[in-house]
């Protein structure tokens, strides 16, 4: 079992920046590591997507194309804490923004569909408008 919290969003003009972090609290006897992690978005009106994920050890990431070379997606399993670190915003990344993990072997199987993610936070609402 893990519990996630979404936190760093915000209202920012397009062309800035935001930083979401997602503290993770695994069950006795489990750590971060043992999850890999995504982040997903959901603007109004429209359906959950993929943004971005990355494997328990941080060395393999993998990005929707929208936001390639925008978002870095990070982790460190010390603070068990994710992150989105988001530049060159757009008002079409208005969305609220959900980040959510899973056991690590997931990975091999798939990193981008929802329904592979076992465990979701509340969500951080990004708005970006001028």
């Known amino acids: 079992q893990v519990q996630l919290v979404e936190s760093g969003g915000g209202l920012v003009q397009p062309g800035g920046s935001l930083r979401l972090s997602c503290a993770a609290s695994?069950?006795?006897?489990?750590?971060?590591?043992?999850?890999?992690m995504g982040w997903f978005r959901q603007a109004p009106g429209k359906e959950r997507e993929f943004v971005a994920a990355i494997n328990w050890s941080g060395r393999s990431t993998f990005y929707t194309d929208s936001v390639q070379g925008r978002f870095t997606i990070s982790r460190d399993n010390a603070k068990n804490t994710g992150y989105l670190q988001m530049n060159s915003l757009m008002p079409e990344d208005t969305a609220v923004y959900y980040c959510a993990a899973s056991p690590s072997y997931i990975w091999s199987v798939s990193h981008s569909d929802a329904v592979k993610y076992n465990y979701w936070g509340q969500g951080t609402q990004v708005t970006v408008s001028s």
């Open positions: 695994a069950a006795s006897g489990r750590t971060l590591s043992d999850y890999m």
